[in-house]
């Protein structure tokens, strides 16, 4: 993986230091799925998502940097193309980011935007029932 921690939509901000990264998955059921006469509760597996909830600084990103960083976050489209870290390699899929948050900071020499959270949901699942590995 290159010196890049995460991507998005072609770009890395390499000013963007990551002060904590979440990783999540998510297996959700299909239409299908509930429980049996016998009381046997069947899935219908749709597959596995895998989501990232990112908290990043950027206190070594100019204000330009990081403002076209949250503008990119921030755009009202249906989805992004990402890579982030999984395993000991990374994973590119299209995702979904539905809220984020910063902070404005008080500093001696000015003010800035930081601690930026955005939770990164996955589109589609990245593993289908019945596949193995990613």
Do not use: C
Request: proline share 5%; charged share 25%; glycine share 10%.
């Amino acid at each position: 993986m290159d010196e890049a921690l995460f991507k998005i939509d072609g770009q890395s901000f390499s000013g963007v230091g990551v002060e904590a990264l979440k990783r999540s998955f998510r297996i959700p059921d299909g239409p299908n799925a509930g429980e049996m006469l016998s009381g046997d509760y069947e899935r219908d597996i749709v597959g596995t998502y895998y989501d990232y909830d990112l908290t990043l600084t950027a206190e070594q990103l100019p204000d330009s940097e990081y403002n076209a960083l949250y503008e990119i976050l921030s755009a009202p489209v249906n989805s992004h193309t990402v890579v982030m870290p999984y395993g000991l390699s990374s994973l590119t899929f299209e995702a979904m980011i539905e809220i984020g948050t910063d902070e404005l900071i008080p500093m001696d020499d000015g003010t800035w935007w930081g601690n930026l959270n955005v939770s990164i949901r996955a589109k589609k699942p990245q593993r289908l029932a019945g596949e193995g590995t990613v």
